[in-house]
């Protein structure tokens, strides 16, 4: 019953009107109805609290003959001076951003300052009626009587603040009328009376229309501000969240972190188990980083797998540092998704304002370079910004600016490195290996410009020139010989790029099984569904198709079952230990005996001694591919390398 009592009480205090018969709220549409009705009270307050000033002054003016004007005096410096100075923090409250929770707390502390507000002008008409001369009486009357006319239009949203301020007004017209058995006075209790029920029936009236329209727009702003899947804040949120800290920075200088995360293997939970399931793990997501923040901050998922939020008030970075550990341990147990246990991880990059930026534009910008970088660093690693950042971002741009033109300037080229046939002991094919000759950088490395290439879009134009001038120069080498091409995700997933094989083909006159492509199993973790038809339509052309990079993935077998390869490749770290390390030899025979019970190709990469060629000729492997066979080369040294009678014999030891 206490516990009730106390929760009455806290929500009466607070200017609730449930407590009324009004609409009931939580606890956040609540803090935010108490932001409105405190905004409206600080704009009226300045001019309500010069008029305070006024009126005190006319009071003692008026007052001045009495045998009380001493007293008067003392109360009108006292009233006049705490209305001024009330006046001007009311005045500076409102330069800054207009918040947008306000606490019961808060709301407790204008309810009571109403009520010392009140009681000061009640004390006038018990002090100083009685001694005053009639005008003096005719001065408090209509004091009094424009103190309750202006409480209630200041107080008009908040009732409680508004009883508060005016039933010390009441209490002390009421003590001045009861002195004296004059009828008039009587009938001017009485229309104290009827004054006061009407302009609090007014404040009712007037405070229930409010909050329910603030509830309305709440709701709207909560449609349009509100991710639909998450429920969180959505861009559009963030971004206002974001403009109002660095309005408060400049105003006030209260500096602030922003903190972006982003989901690591988020598209192979969306590929391995669909989408719907990939949408719960997002809600799953974003609960518990919600759990980590406090009350007042709000995390915001501002793209796919993006999330972001402002912590105000920061005094130290560390605190950024704890709530972005917080963030990535929350990812420590499993996420238990349509009965599968499902393992996450984020990454998180933070700036601090105004160290790092304040422009939206630059916070943002250096926020994504910091994640870029934690990123890189694997997953679950947090990353200030750093001014190296920038310059590396810098670094990237330029190169992308540079790479825009590298095919028409002719600084890409290809080389060539061969595939060797054990079993008829010769050159079978080469892997075609694309460079970039950077006018000032030198041998640019395809690690630094194929991502940026793919994030741009570049990819297509430089993978169609590729493919071109892989079959072009494949036309002037031996029938029997094959170029294999390496394709990125972006390519793969582009059905235009049909078109572009069939034209290529065409155009060096080459037939369909002289050209191999090659995937890697990250690509198609990317975006499995298109994979199939694409891998079907270039079989049926006639096109080989190699998996690369085979056992590095977490489903390679899957992938055997399920696409038409017509080769695989194992991956060079198994080649490197095969001989030392019996894991990666049992790893290396069963895949060669797997394909071959597949009927499958097999290419072993990286092989780089004589002893590793041997074994493999001895398990059956169909063809190796390494620095022993050859390094990469350019296309005028190919047939060279084809005619060499020397490099025969070596393949033959």
């Known amino acids: 019953m206490r516990t009730q009592l106390t929760s009455y009480v806290a929500r009466l205090f607070a200017g609730e009107l449930s407590v009324f018969g009004g609409p009931a709220t939580d606890e956040t549409v609540a803090g935010h109805i108490r932001a409105e009705q405190m905004s409206l009270v600080l704009g009226y307050s300045v001019g309500i609290m ?10 003692a003016i008026a007052l001045w ?26 005045h500076a409250s409102r330069r800054i951003t207009k918040p947008q929770f306000v606490s019961r707390r808060a709301m407790h502390r204008l309810v009571r300052n109403a009520f010392l507000l009140g009681a000061a002008w009640g004390i006038v008409p018990m002090a100083f009626f009685a001694n005053a001369s009639t005008g003096g009486q005719l001065v408090i009357t209509c004091l009094c009587a424009g103190m309750l006319a202006g409480g ?14 005016t039933t010390p007004l009441f209490v002390g017209i009421a003590i001045c009328l009861g002195r004296d058995s004059d009828p008039a006075y009587l009938l001017m209790a009485f229309l104290v009376v009827v004054y006061g029920a009407v302009l609090l029936r007014g404040v009712f009236v007037n405070s229930l229309a409010f909050t329910r329209r603030v509830m309305r727009q709440l709701e709207a702003e909560r449609t349009v501000r509100q991710d639909p899947l998450t429920h969180l804040p959505n861009r559009i949120a963030f971004n206002e969240t974001l403009d109002a800290a660095l309005k408060r920075l400049a105003l006030s200088g209260e500096e602030f972190a922003m903190l972006l995360l982003d989901l690591d293997r988020f598209k192979e939970v969306n590929d391995r188990f669909g989408h719907p399931a990939g949408d719960e793990f997002l809600v799953q997501v974003a609960s518990r980083l919600q759990r980590c ?38 990812f420590a147990e499993p996420f238990l998704v349509e009965g599968c246990e499902i393992l996450g991880a984020t990454s998180v990059g933070i700036v601090l304002a105004p160290r790092d930026g304040n422009t939206p534009l630059d916070i943002m910008k250096n926020a994504d370079t910091a994640l ?30 540079d790479l825009e033109g590298a095919i028409a300037r002719g600084e890409l080229f290809l080389v060539y490195q061969p595939f060797l046939n054990l079993g008829e002991n010769r050159i079978t094919g080469f892997e075609a290996l694309l460079r970039w000759q950077h006018p000032q950088r030198g041998l640019v490395p395809p690690s630094e410009f194929i991502p940026i290439a793919e994030e741009t879009g570049l990819i297509h134009e430089i993978g169609e020139w590729v493919i071109r001038r892989a079959c072009a120069t494949l036309a002037d080498w031996p029938d029997d010989i094959r170029v294999a091409v390496n394709f990125s995700a972006a390519q793969f997933h582009n059905t ?68 038409p390869f017509s080769r695989i490749k194992i991956d060079q ?42 074994y493999l000729r001895q398990i059956q492997c169909d063809e190796v591919q390494g620095y022993l066979i050859g390094r990469p080369m350019a296309a005028d040294q190919v047939p060279a390398l084809l005619h060499s009678k020397k490099h025969r014999a070596t393949y033959a030891a």
């Open 50 to 59: 010069l008029a305070n000033a006024c009126n005190a002054v006319v009071l």
């Open 573 to 614: 770290s198994f080649i490197r230990d095969m001989l030392v390390q019996p894991d990666c030899t049992a790893i290396v025979k069963s895949v060669i005996s797997l394909a071959r019970d597949l009927r499958i190709g097999v290419v072993a990469e990286g092989v780089e001694t004589a002893d590793q060629l041997e």
């Open 65 to 90: 003959h009495s045998p009380d004007r001493t007293f008067a005096l003392v109360w009108a410096i006292a009233v006049a001076g705490a209305a001024l100075l009330f006046g001007l923090q009311s």
């Open 152 to 165: 209630a239009l200041a107080f008009s949203t908040i009732p409680i603040a508004a009883i508060a301020f």
């Open 372 to 401: 870029y970088r934690a990123k890189k660093a694997g997953p679950g690693t947090v990353c200030f910004f750093e001014a190296s950042d920038d310059r590396a971002s810098r670094d990237r741009k330029a190169l992308q600016s």
């Open 293 to 330: 923040t406090r009350a007042a901050e709000h995390v915001a998922r501002i793209g796919g797998d993006e999330f972001a939020l402002v912590m105000s008030n920061l005094t130290r970075p560390e605190e950024a540092l704890d709530l972005a550990e917080r963030f990535v341990a929350s």
């Open 496 to 563: 235009g790029i049909l078109q572009t094989i069939v034209q290529a083909l065409a155009d060096a006159n080459l037939a369909p099984h002289r050209l191999e492509v090659e995937i890697t199993e990250s690509m198609l973790l990317s975006k499995y569904g298109s994979a199939v038809s694409i891998l079907n339509a270039l079989l049926q052309l006639g096109v080989t198709v190699a998996l690369d990079d085979f056992g590095t993935g977490f489903s390679s077998l899957t992938y055997l079952r399920k696409l």
